[in-house]
């Protein structure tokens, strides 16, 4: 008995615009490419361009990363102009963004969603001396 289950395929086809998701951590900073629905197109850190170990975290690695992957984005989909969303701190924050812009991404908005705690957790107690 073999069922014959179709999946259907989603074609993304030609792209206009987009959304570019940027998450910078101390030690590595990872770009990722999607659709306005959120289907994504493209995703690349510097470890996937060649970069190993300490050189991830650094900003050139970033610039790189983001060029490689909006030049595959762009060479497939077509893809024009994205919002681009940046959360973390590390050091790949507006480098990941220049490399976009380079690449031939026009930056239409830049939104900062860093998590922020709002006097989150309760600190450890002090230890009796």
């Known amino acids: ?13 030609n792209v206009q615009s987009g959304i570019a998701t940027i998450q ?8 990722t490419l999607a659709d306005e629905n959120g289907e994504v197109l493209g995703q690349g850190s510097p470890s996937m361009v060649g970069f190993k170990g300490a050189k991830r975290s650094t900003a050139y690695a970033a610039t790189k990363a983001a060029m490689d992957v909006a030049e595959k984005v762009i060479k497939k989909y077509g893809l024009k102009e994205v919002k681009v969303v940046i ?16 690449a ?5 908005m ?3 969603k860093t998590p922020i705690p709002h006097n989150g957790c309760r600190p450890r107690k002090i230890p009796r001396k």
Not at 1 to 13: F, N, P, V
Not at 24 to 31: A, G, K
Not at 104 to 108: H, Q
């Open 110 to 112: 830049l939104i900062d």
């Open 104 to 108: 031939g991404l026009k930056v239409t």
């Open 1 to 13: 008995m073999a069922t014959d289950k179709k999946t259907k395929k989603s074609t993304k086809g």
């Open 87 to 102: 959360k973390g701190p590390g050091a790949g924050r507006n480098a990941a963004v220049k490399g976009l812009d380079s």
């Open 24 to 31: 910078s951590t101390f030690n590595n900073t990872i770009i």
